[in-house]
């Protein structure tokens, strides 16, 4: 199966300063890539994804960077706010309608005022 | 707005209890998944569903069943609880279709088993 690898599991940050968070995956038939923010105590919710036909994709100050040759990708967070401090997660699917994603382990980033 | 709800926020059991938690969605949405979140570990998908009364085996399902009766409904049965199932279990729904969509996590039920 799938097998998703996210790197580093914690980041402090200054406020102001970027972020970076990567992600490494197994399968190369994975062509959905969301990226999902937990708040402390809430429900992970989705932030930004990109699909295996598009390299980079932007959202005002989160971006996601994907590598298919190298099975990477990358989440980009610049500018950063205290309410970015959250636990991040990055996950990979194959291709089907039954959604079904694969999530790493999450990275808590701390955004220190 | 979808919603997803799950029957508890907290449960306590105790071992070799059979227990049951409950995820309801409002969005008609076609698939349901059933993940349990460990520190250190992340979401890992337990089973999904892609429609009524079909089910499929995620990566962790030793230990647990599911039911899903009904389109809005996915329940999760640990049989027999044991201590290693204390964790927090998050229910997920999606549209499903040949896209691509998000999926909506309900708040979570922190089970602990004693």
């Known amino acids: 199966g799938e097998n998703v690898e996210q790197h580093p599991s914690t980041l402090s940050v200054q406020e102001g300063d970027s972020a970076v968070i990567k992600c490494t995956y197994s399968d190369s038939a994975s062509n959905y890539f969301p990226w999902y923010k937990q708040e402390l105590g809430k429900r992970p919710q989705l932030i930004i994804d990109?699909?295996?036909?598009?390299g980079e994709k932007k959202d005002q100050r989160i971006a996601v960077t994907l590598n298919k040759t190298a099975k990477h990708f990358s989440l980009h967070i610049t500018e950063t706010q205290p309410e970015d401090s959250a636990v991040y997660f990055c996950?990979?699917?194959?291709?089907?309608?039954?959604?079904?994603?694969?999530f790493g382990t999450g990275t808590k980033l701390q955004v220190i005022p | 707005d979808v919603k997803v709800t799950q029957s508890s926020r907290y449960l306590v059991k105790r071992t070799g209890e059979k227990v049951f938690l409950e995820c309801v969605q409002d969005?008609?949405?076609?698939?349901m998944f059933w993940y349990r979140q460990d520190p250190g570990l992340g979401l890992r998908l337990i089973y999904f569903s892609y429609d009524v009364k079909m089910k499929e085996k995620g990566d962790i399902p030793e230990g647990y069943s599911v039911s899903r009766e009904k389109k809005e409904r996915f329940s999760l049965i640990l049989e027999s609880a044991s201590t290693n199932q204390t964790s927090m279990y998050l229910c997920?729904?999606?549209?499903?279709?040949?896209?691509?969509?998000?999926?909506?996590f309900g708040p979570g039920t922190r089970l602990t088993v004693l």
């Open positions: 997920a729904s999606g549209a499903g279709g040949a896209s691509y969509n998000e999926q909506f």
């Open positions: 990109i699909r295996s036909n598009v």
């Open positions: 996950a990979s699917g194959d291709s089907g309608g039954y959604q079904k994603v694969t």
């Open positions: 969005m008609d949405h076609e698939n």
